[in-house]
């Protein structure tokens, strides 16, 4: 038995499912987790001494890859500083004109700890400046587990096959309309009907957690169209597209401009950071300043924001993006043309240093319903080949993939190597 498959049983003994989140136990794949011990650029090692090129990236924060060496430095001098100090600081004044500066719809940001506690802030946000109670979101979008989102939810829950999670009353399910990604006469048809009681759409512009699916064209103009109709707030869930579907997230990638913004995932660097921003109008209603409460113990803690921080600057970096973008040309084409060579059915999707590959006869996968009938064995089978030749992807069919800085043309052609060996062992 290998070393992970012994810590997993022992893991088992004391955390529900070995994991402390759930996508983590390859429910989604099947067989036992690999336990990781360090990770330097863009590679990982487990607790058995293998090395994996990772595509997964703590989902999604190492934009930089692994312990990039600005960040670890500026995270060592802040803790050295002090943990935690529960008042202002300035670090935490850097971080909001940093944000400002590389997202413009955002004028003021309020820093939180989680993409959960940004999205569940957001729409509370946005019923209160709104004094409705309905929620719009789509199926297979995942803005975390706040009871209000949790329904019809994507990335883990979609995967365990629990959508709408016991524990969430319907009193409060009943406040969220649901309706498909990429239909937005889905959307208007709801707002036909409740219009005047919708606080809010919350959509991710770039779908992430039912696998990688962008918006279509018109379809996020379509909201924001909607949203001004009907007074209701456009939020943009950019927790995964922010700094990765393009510097300013999918908002300038597609040139459309939400009311309010959530962010995770790149802006801490890898510690837990989140974040929510918009029109001042709407932030201004937010406590101290306004009645909606939100409040948080370790909100902008000195040593994520010196992570975040780091990470942002070097992001800035000329050259940095179009690196990114043309690995994951590299990796998606190569890709494309193994499996037509293995006669294997395939498609891939992009946005930015986001991607996403599909076992599927569609030529263009951009609905929830099309990645949810994709060839679940062709991806199983094909993740333990890579697994086993040291290519960490995600875990699940329903997650996307992210690159980062740190790969090189040598990673993604070692990546194709094995890829070239899962494929013809899938036509086999
Ligand atoms: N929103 C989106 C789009 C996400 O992808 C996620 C997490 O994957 C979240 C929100 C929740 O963030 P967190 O896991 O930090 O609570």
Redo the contacts with the bound molecule.
């Keep these: 038995m290998s070393r992970s498959e012994t810590l997993f049983q022992q893991a088992q003994k004391s955390i529900p499912g070995g994991v402390n989140?759930p996508v983590r136990a390859f429910n989604g794949v099947g067989g036992s987790p690999v336990f990781i011990e360090r990770a330097k650029g863009a590679y990982m090692w487990d607790a058995d001494g293998q090395r994996y090129i990772d595509y997964v990236g703590s989902?999604?924060p190492m934009i930089l890859g692994h312990n990039h060496p600005a960040v670890l430095q500026a995270t060592l001098a802040a803790a050295e500083r002090g943990l935690s100090f529960g008042t202002p600081t300035e670090v935490e004044i850097t971080m909001a004109e940093k944000i400002k500066q590389i997202v413009p719809s955002i004028e003021k940001v309020r820093m939180v700890?989680?993409?959960?506690?940004?999205?569940m802030t957001a729409i509370r946000l946005a019923r209160g400046y709104t004094g409705r109670d309905k929620i719009l979101k789509f199926e297979g979008?995942?803005?975390?587990?706040a009871d209000s989102?949790l329904v019809k939810a994507?990335?883990g829950a979609l995967t365990l096959g629990v959508p709408n999670s016991p524990g969430i009353p319907e009193d409060i399910a009943k406040h969220t309309l649901t309706v498909d990604y990429n239909d937005i006469d889905s959307v208007a048809k709801v707002f036909a009907e409740f219009g005047q009681d919708i606080a809010c759409i919350i959509v991710?512009p770039v779908?992430?957690?039912m696998n990688c699916i962008p918006p279509q064209p018109g379809f996020l103009e379509g909201l924001r169209k909607i949203c001004d109709d009907f007074g209701s707030v456009l939020i943009f869930?950019?927790?995964?597209?922010g700094f990765r579907a393009a510097p300013g997230g999918a908002q300038e990638r597609y040139q459309v401009i939400p009311d309010l913004t959530?962010l995770?995932?790149v802006i801490g660097g890898g510690m837990?950071?989140?974040a929510f921003g918009g029109k001042q109008a709407i932030m201004d209603h937010i406590a101290p300043v306004g009645p909606v409460y939100q409040a948080g113990t370790l909100s902008g803690n000195p040593v994520a924001m010196a992570a975040g921080l780091a990470t942002l600057n070097e992001l800035a970096k000329p050259g940095l993006y179009e690196q990114l973008y043309a690995r994951v040309e590299q990796l998606l084409s190569g890709m494309q043309q193994l499996a037509d060579q293995a006669g294997i059915p395939f498609t891939t999707n992009r946005a930015g240093s986001m991607f996403g590959f599909f076992f599927t006869r569609e030529k263009h996968v951009t609905s929830y319903q099309q990645a949810t009938q994709c060839n679940m064995e062709h991806f199983k089978r094909f993740y333990h080949e890579m697994l086993k030749q040291g290519v960490y992807l995600a875990p699940s069919a329903y997650e996307g993939g992210f690159m980062s800085a740190a790969h090189s043309e040598a990673d993604i052609e070692q990546t194709l190597a094995a890829a070239k060996i899962a494929f013809v062992a899938l036509a086999a």
């Design positions: 989140s989902w999604g700890n989680s993409g959960t506690e940004a999205t979008n995942y803005h975390g587990h989102l994507g990335s991710e779908a992430g957690n869930d950019e927790v995964m597209s959530t995770g995932k837990p950071v989140g």
